[in-house]
T-cell receptor, first 114, second 112 residues
Framework: GAGVSQSPSNKVTEKGKDVELRCDPI?????LYWYRQSLGQGLEFLIY????????KSGLPSDRFSAERTGGSVSTLTIQRTQQEDSAVYLC????????????FGPGTRLTVT | DQQVKQNSPSLSVQEGRISILNCDYT??????FLWYKKYPAEGPTFLIS???IKDKNEDGRFTVFLNKSAKHLSLHIVPSQPGDSAVYFC???????????WGAGTKLIIKP
């Protein structure tokens, strides 16, 4: 596909379980971003990848959150021991290196922790 | 502490009239500003941007104005169309930092 894709689109999980969220960026985009949007809030930056490296992980809310990117393409955001406050829409975006403005977003994964 | 604020959660405008969406920021290091548009169940899409060396940028029906002294920017949509109904996010960054800081969004409703 031409755009950024994310899977799953919806995820309901029990508190304490681990979840993995996947992002497929646009081919050729070297920069990849993860954001979180809670109800009624703006987007909260989580992590940024340039290629396979994540120079800034400071946005990750806690050590239960981790992310990796392999082959300069697909990225996975993992949340361990999920808590109810983790419920949000997790958005992934990609861009050409240096194109800060034009980040192309996926549709997001809606995570609900019960 | 919200560095980017969109104080109007929603705005209703008659079709054909001008829509004005406002955004205020507090960090004087911000020098690049963007507007994104978001439909339900979709990710945000880039609309228009402006750097701090300019005070206006225009693209078709969309114009962004920047008032650096007031730390205020606005997005004007003229004329407003039903397809413009969406949530609009303002975001800001410093060139030295790739991070975008986002406002909470304004829901624009265009009435026929």
């Amino acid at each position: 596909g031409a755009g950024v894709s994310q899977s799953p689109s919806n995820k309901v999980t029990e508190k304490g379980k681990d979840v993995e969220l996947r992002c497929d960026p646009i081919s050729g985009h070297t920069a990849l971003y993860w954001y979180r949007q809670s109800l009624g809030q703006g987007l909260e930056f989580l992590i940024y990848f340039q290629g396979n490296s994540a120079p800034d992980k400071s946005g990750l809310p806690s050590d239960r959150f981790s992310a990796e990117r392999t082959g300069g393409s697909v990225s996975t955001l993992t949340i361990q021991r999920t808590q109810q406050e983790d419920s949000a829409v997790y958005l992934c975006a990609s861009s050409l290196a240096g194109s800060l403005g034009e980040q192309y977003f996926g549709p997001g994964t809606r995570l609900t922790v019960t | 502490d919200q560095q980017v604020k969109q104080n109007s959660p929603s705005l209703s405008v008659q079709e054909g009239r001008i829509s004005i969406l406002n955004c205020d920021y507090t960090n004087s290091m911000f020098d690049y500003f963007l507007w994104y548009k978001k439909y339900p169940a979709e990710g945000p899409t880039f609309l228009i941007s402006i750097s701090s060396i300019k005070d206006k940028n225009e693209d078709g029906r969309f114009t962004v104005f920047l008032n650096k002294s007031a730390k205020h920017l606005s997005l004007h949509i003229v004329p407003s169309q039903p397809g413009d109904s969406a949530v609009y996010f303002c975001a800001a960054s410093a060139y030295s930092n790739y991070q975008l800081i986002w406002g909470a969004g304004t829901k624009l409703i265009i009435k026929p």
